[in-house]
Nanobody, 133 residues
Framework: EVQLVESGGGLVQAGGSLLFSCAVS????????FGWFRQPPGKEREGVSC????????YYVDSVNGRFAISRDNAKNTVCLRMNSLKVEDTGVHYC??????????????????????????WGKGTLVTVSS
């Protein structure tokens, strides 16, 4: 079991950049895959990106593809999300989540079809980003 703590949120102007970090504690960081999700104000939670056990297995939803970059540092037990060219619609609380590596398909399903995917086992409490116009 892992515990997740996000950091890096804040207020930024449209077009700016932010770096989110997800610090992962507990045993077996290498045995988990990770995803980033967000919940815009007044809307449902949605997927953003996920990463498998290495940096070659990365996926993004269309709305952030080419602007965001997910990565993991197995030595530091950290998962990051670099967000560039931020838009007002990127505003929301952003969450980090974890799933066991043998269930990576479920993590991918959560990112691309959150509303029909069973609940992921581990979540952070979220960090808020507000993008102003």
């Amino acid at each position: 079991e892992v515990q997740l703590v996000e950091s890096g949120g804040g207020l930024v102007q449209a077009g700016g950049s932010l770096l989110f970090s997800c610090a992962v504690s507990g045993s077996g960081f290498d045995d988990y895959t990770f995803g980033w999700f967000r919940q815009p104000p007044g809307k449902e939670r949605e997927g953003v990106s996920c990463i498998g056990t290495n940096d070659r297995l990365v996926y993004y939803v269309d709305s952030v593809n080419g602007r965001f970059a997910i990565s993991r540092d197995n030595a530091k037990n950290t998962v990051c999300l670099r967000m560039n060219s931020l838009k007002v619609e990127d505003t929301g609380v952003h969450y980090c989540a974890a799933e066991e590596q043998n269930l990576f398909a479920r993590m991918m399903s959560a990112v691309f079809a959150y509303h029909i995917t069973p609940h992921l086992p581990a979540w952070g409490k979220g960090t808020l980003v507000t993008v102003s116009s």
